[in-house]
């Protein structure tokens, strides 16, 4: 069984990490597309921090000795999936930035041209 | 200059957008006709420009939202007082046009919806789509005060007012509704139509099964988000500056 100091505190910090993502939220500082996944850390986290016997039956059934341990897997799998994601987003990213260089580029070259159509001699 | 502008989001629509645009000049030639190309891998842009519409491209594919912000943006700078949205994909009939445009052209109302289940509408969706409109519907009409059928329709039209406010900030993925949650909280005037649609003539549904989870749960989410968020300034006219 997970110690009950170990509980109070895991459930302390998944309130604190679901708050500030809502804030940031809140703030327009996170977009909703960004947020799910961490939603759906902070809750998932919460629940199996707050529910002891499902913690310590998912412990059980793994194999693991010590089901706080548990929660540490799931945190760490969690953020292994974000970092994932993140990834996936930074690459979609940089392929637009590339595009966005390469038009800014030709726009320049097409209105240096026509400036200087425009002002004979 | 033209004092009403119609604007087009298109994406991969070369079968339907031509169509689109002579419908909406027969219904009024007054219309600037503005298609905005989200990135599409046919000849969506060039058959727009054959057609006489003008055209913005972008230069990759911005969703729904990044596409119809930018119609707002151009109707903001250029001065239009109306603007109507119109999808590409011959979905909205242009001849219903003068009901969407009657309670602006009225000072009634700032932005327009045309619905398809007000007064009589029919609209022939699978079983799983109508449930998750009418949940969206019975949502946003608690949330905002006011009986709303249809918040998942694209089919719209705005005032200088609208086009201020949606330049200035528009939702990024499946805008529709949202956009209207923040349309009521800028307490802009909101009214809904009854509008007949047609079936989607060319082209796919931007949702697909697989998307209609992650499309439910980021809809509520911004909804809810809407009311309680850091509210956006609308744009300030150009003119004015």
Redesign the interface.
């Known amino acids: 069984m997970t110690p009950f100091r170990v509980s109070v505190f895991a459930v302390i910090a998944s309130v604190l990490l679901l708050l500030v993502i809502l804030e940031l ?4 500082r996170l ?3 960004y ?2 996944l961490w939603l759906l850390t902070a809750v998932s986290m919460l629940v199996l921090s707050a529910w002891r016997g499902g913690l310590g039956s998912i412990s059980d059934a793994v194999g693991i000795s010590y089901p706080p341990s548990a929660l540490f897997v799931l945190a760490s799998l969690f953020i292994i999936g974000v970092l994932l994601h993140y990834s996936t987003v930074i690459s979609r990213l940089s ?2 930035n590339t ?2 260089a390469q ?1 800014l580029a030709l726009l320049e070259a097409e209105l240096g041209e026509s400036r200087r159509e425009a002002t004979p001699g | 200059m033209p004092e009403k502008l119609a604007i087009l989001p298109a994406f991969n629509e070369e079968g339907s957008i031509g169509r689109v645009i002579e419908e909406i000049r027969e219904f009024d030639p007054g219309f600037e006709i503005l298609v905005v190309d989200d990135g599409s891998l046919d000849r969506t842009a060039e058959i727009a420009a054959g057609h006489g519409a003008k055209v913005l491209r972008l ?2 594919n911005l969703g729904i939202g990044g596409a119809v912000q930018t119609g707002y943006r151009y109707a903001l700078e250029n001065g239009f007082q109306l603007a109507v949205q119109v999808d590409g994909d011959g979905q909205h009939d242009p001849a219903q046009l003068g009901v969407l445009l009657q309670p602006l052209l009225a000072g009634e109302a700032d932005v327009v919806v045309g619905s398809r289940f007000a007064a009589g509408g029919k609209y022939a969706a699978g079983r799983s789509r109508r449930v998750g409109i009418r949940l969206f519907a019975l949502l946003v009409s608690g949330l905002c005060r006011q009986r709303l059928t249809d918040t998942t329709s694209g089919f719209r039209a705005v005032n200088r007012r609208g086009i201020r406010l949606f330049a200035g900030d528009y939702p ?2 499946y805008p529709e509704v949202e956009a209207i949650v923040m349309a009521v909280r800028q307490r802009l005037r909101l009214r809904e139509v009854p509008v007949s649609m047609r079936p989607r003539d060319t082209g796919h549904s931007s949702i697909t099964a697989l998307r209609s989870l ?1 499309y439910v ?2 809809v509520t ?2 909804v809810l ?1 809407a009311l ?3 509210s956006v300034v609308p744009l300030e006219e150009v003119e004015e500056q």
């Open positions: 939220i809140r703030r327009r977009r909703e597309r947020s799910l392929d637009q595009i966005l038009r | 230069p990759f990024h993925d992650y749960i980021k989410l911004a988000f309680c968020r850091r």
